[in-house]
C-alpha cells in the first residue's frame, strides 16, 4: 500500500496505471473507518485495477466549527484497516493541498433543488462544501469509478447530479448500507455514542423497518407522521422524516407514481446527529 500526501506525487503514480489502460477506482472519506468503507474499498478492488482512497476531513462542509472539531481522527487505525483490507493508495493530504491559494474550487452549480431538502434545510451550505471537495479531489485521482455509500443518499444524488452536468467521465456508484447488529447505519459518527445511546439509536432502523406495513394502509403525510411519533423516544430527538421521490427529492404524493421511493431520516442522539434511510421503491 502506497501513502501519499502530495498531490503531484499521487499524480505521477497514477499516471503509469492510466498509461497501461488499467481502471482506477476511487472511495473518498474523512477517515474515523468501520465496514462502510471497507465495503467500498471492497467494492473497488473487485471492479477496477487501482483502489485509491482518500482521508481528508473537509473544513468546507460542516456548518459549525465545534462539529468540525469534535468530528473523529483514528489515522494510524485508519492506515491498518485499509492495509488490512488490500488497499492500494491513500491520499491524505492538507488542507493547503486541497485548497491551494490562489486557485478558486468553489462550485457554481445548480442542483436542480436536490440540494434543498432534508440535510440542505437543515444543514444549510452543507452541499456546497461537498461538491466543492468531491470536485477537486476527483479532478486530482481523476478515476474511472467513484464509490459512495447509499447512507447519505441525497449526497449521492448531488455527486451524481454534478457529475453528470460537469461532463466528468466518472461513474458514480452507490453501495448498500453497512448496518450493526442492531440495524444502527454505521457512521463515523457512532464512535460518539456510548452503549445506552446505541441502543436508542437503533430505534430509528426500526421505524424505517416499519414503514412499508404503514405504507400498505397511509398515505405519505400520514406515514411520515406515525414514524416522526414513533421516534419521540427517551433520548431521541427526531429532526426529519420523509418519503421522497428517490430521483428527485421531493415529497411523494402517492405510492404508484414515483419510479422510485426513499424513506430518509435524521435525529439526534444524545448530542449526536444521525442520518439513515431505507430504498422502499
Request: glycine share 6%; net charge negative; with cysteine.
Amino acid at each position: 500500500m502506497y501513502l501519499f500526501k502530495k498531490t503531484q506525487a499521487l499524480r505521477q503514480f497514477l499516471e503509469t496505471y492510466r498509461s497501461k489502460n488499467r481502471s482506477i477506482g476511487f472511495v473518498p472519506t474523512m477517515g474515523a473507518l468501520h465496514e462502510g468503507h471497507l465495503s467500498l474499498v471492497r467494492q473497488s478492488l473487485e471492479s477496477t485495477q487501482c483502489t485509491v482512497c482518500s482521508i481528508f476531513v473537509n473544513p468546507t462542509q460542516f456548518n459549525e466549527a465545534s462539529d468540525l472539531e469534535k468530528y473523529p481522527r483514528t489515522p494510524s487505525q485508519d492506515l491498518t484497516m485499509l492495509y488490512k483490507a488490500g488497499c492500494h493508495v491513500v491520499f491524505m493530504p492538507s488542507p493547503e493541498e486541497v485548497y491551494p491559494t490562489g486557485l478558486d474550487t468553489r462550485i457554481k452549480l445548480d442542483f436542480k433543488g436536490l440540494d434543498q431538502p432534508m440535510e440542505g434545510r437543515f444543514r444549510p451550505g452543507h452541499f456546497d462544501g461537498v461538491a466543492q471537495v468531491v470536485k477537486r479531489l476527483l479532478d486530482i485521482v481523476e478515476p474511472d469509478k467513484l464509490f459512495m455509500g447509499q447512507k447519505d443518499y441525497q449526497q449521492f444524488l448531488i455527486v451524481q447530479h454534478m457529475a453528470r452536468t460537469l461532463s466528468i467521465p466518472t461513474e458514480v456508484v452507490m453501495s448498500p448500507i453497512v448496518r450493526e447488529k442492531s440495524g444502527l447505519a454505521m457512521s463515523s459518527r457512532n464512535q460518539r455514542l456510548g452503549p445506552e445511546q446505541r441502543e436508542q439509536a437503533a430505534a430509528l432502523h426500526q421505524t424505517l423497518l416499519q414503514v412499508e406495513k404503514w405504507m400498505a394502509e397511509f398515505p405519505p403525510r400520514e406515514v411520515e407522521q406515525m414514524a416522526l411519533q414513533a421516534l419521540q423516544q427517551p433520548g431521541l430527538e427526531p429532526e426529519y422524516f420523509q418519503l421522497v421521490d428517490g430521483q428527485t427529492l421531493q415529497p411523494v404524493s402517492d405510492y404508484e407514481s414515483p419510479a422510485a421511493i426513499v424513506a430518509c431520516a435524521a435525529i439526534w442522539v444524545g448530542g449526536v446527529r444521525l442520518i439513515d434511510n431505507m430504498i422502499l421503491k
